[in-house]
């Protein structure tokens, strides 16, 4: 059954959970009466759809329902969970609280705030315990963090659904231990905010300057380690109580204006807003999202392939996905399977700006692992001193890929027994084939360095597929040798 979020407010913040939400497969009804949020939402999206997927190792789910309604209630129906984005006032916050517990009652409800507490939202309401602070980080659709804060008024329960949901769609549920304003990263960020301001009111650096010493540096280290962990590394072999003893010491140095707060007027607004155009002035913003955006998966993905920090995050959420996939392909329908689902990635195009020949053998590769790893032949078994090797492989270019393309490959057995199985596999762009890929593995021994039968879990996974696709027609161009005329 397809589960249902309503998102109220439709700004940057909005948009991102709906592209989140939306992606994980859940409908998503939306309430904002901005007459531009559909526009708005749909450019969020579009990036997002870019993006998000070349971070899955998995198939995707089918994307949810997008609708757009007139009112409060209409988007609301139906849906387990709220997240409410609207402007930064409580009483605007609260007024949408009512409506929505007036036209859902029960309905989970997180706010995107950025510093009230959840006490704050609550005060008033019927029914409290169902209001709670789920504040993200910008871009929602690709940064994981999401921190959880209740009250008093929250029941375990409520907490423990707010977690789920949020692992659901692929983030990390932060939960803090005590409400606080603006919680953990936000107070984080306000006090290097106003350092950096002091900065340039002092002329010690410009904007510019500034983000240079964040992005060449410290940042690279913090976006994998954070704070304490970096500072543990610079204690060397001494550890943590040597940096402490070694730099603690510079906490009464008088560094920093912290407790101090440059004027804010149109005096500093200005100087931030001319240096900031002249940084960055020639990218327009959904170029600069893009630019972030394809920078933060080469990130991610890097994190992910060492499982170290916010890759731990998306390694769990691929295998959660993939044992939902696994479980529901558990009894073969007759027809070829949907093992994996891509994206054309910067990395992947050749000087003609197609998809460069490795990358459909790696296209190849993810759908045969997905498809050794349903059958029980992954890593695990491995490790167990068996696998799958490719003894023949024939490809066949029919078609072009393109940077941004999304491309599905399916799996067909042809063939099998206890020690090798034939598989054709289709590369598809939406419905087109532009790749074919017809493989001959062998079950091998690796301590002996021969064949030998599989398991008998294995096989008996592999062989109900291949008599379930025994009655599939022969592919076109199943059997085809090098340079054969059509």
């Known amino acids: 059954m397809t589960r249902k979020a309503a998102i109220i407010g439709g700004g940057v913040i909005g948009g ?8 994980n497969g859940w409908d998503v009804g939306v309430f904002d009466p901005d007459p531009e949020a559909e526009r708005k939402i749909n450019a969020v999206l579009s990036n997002a759809r870019l993006a998000l997927p070349a971070l899955s190792d998995v198939p995707m789910p089918p994307e949810g329902k997008l609708t757009f309604h007139g009112t409060i209630g209409e988007a609301v129906e139906g849906a387990e969970y709220v997240q409410e984005s609207v402007s930064e006032r409580i009483d605007l916050k609260k007024k949408v609280y ?4 007036q036209a ?6 997180g706010s995107s705030t950025s510093g009230f507490k959840a006490s704050d939202l609550q005060d008033g309401s ?20 999401s921190e959880v804060s209740g009250s008093p008024k929250n029941p375990p329960e409520v907490v423990a659904k707010t977690v789920q949901i949020m692992k659901d769609i692929g983030m990390f549920p932060l939960v803090l231990k005590k409400e606080i304003d603006a919680f953990i990263g936000n107070r984080f960020l306000e006090a290097v905010w106003r350092e ?30 954070g704070l304490f962990e970096t500072y543990r590394v610079a204690g060397g072999e001494a550890g943590m109580r040597h940096f402490m003893a070694q730099f603690g010491p510079a906490l009464k140095w008088p560094w920093t204006k912290l407790m101090d707060v440059p004027e804010f007027n149109d005096a500093l607004v200005d100087l931030v807003a001319t240096q900031s155009d002249a940084q960055s002035g020639a990218y327009g913003i959904r170029e600069l999202e893009r630019i972030r955006d394809q920078n933060l998966i080469g990130f991610l993905r890097a994190l992910k392939e060492r499982n170290w920090g916010a890759g731990k995050v998306l390694l769990a959420h691929d295998a959660a996905r993939a044992a939902a996939f696994h479980a529901s392909a558990d009894a073969p329908n007759g027809a070829p399977l949907i093992m994996a689902q891509m994206q054309v990635l910067p990395g992947w195009i050749d000087y003609n700006g197609h998809m460069t020949e490795s990358r459909y053998y790696f296209a190849n590769s993810e759908t045969v692992d997905a498809f050794l790893r349903l059958i029980g032949a992954g890593m695990d078994y491995v ?10 492989t024939h490809i066949r270019h029919l ?12 799996l067909q057995i042809l063939s099998a027994d206890e020690k090798r199985f034939r598989s054709f596999v289709r590369i598809l762009k939406g419905d087109e084939v532009v790749a074919t890929v017809e493989q001959l593995c062998l079950h091998v021994d690796m301590t002996a360095g021969k064949t030998v039968p599989a398991s008998a879990e294995v096989w008996a996974k592999l062989s109900a597929i291949a008599k379930a696709h025994a ?12 340079g054969q005329q059509r």
């Open 98 to 101: 009512a409506q929505l517990q």
């Open 399 to 410: 078609g072009e890929a393109k940077l941004g393309d999304r491309l599905t490959g399916t």
């Open 383 to 392: 490790a167990g001193g068996h696998s799958y090797y490719s003894a023949e």
């Open 471 to 482: 009655g599939l027609p022969q592919p076109d161009g199943a059997g085809r040798a090098v």
């Open 16 to 23: 991102g959970w709906a592209a989140r939400f939306l992606l």
């Open 126 to 145: 019927p029914a409290p315990h169902n209001i709670i602070v789920a504040h993200p980080f910008n871009p929602v659709y690709l940064l994981p963090l």
């Open 196 to 225: 950096a301001l002091w900065m340039l009111v002092d002329g010690v650096a410009t904007t510019s300057e500034i983000d240079d010493a964040i992005r060449m540096g410290f940042g690279l280290r913090w976006g994998q380690m």
């Open 104 to 109: 859902n009652p029960g309905v989970l409800i």
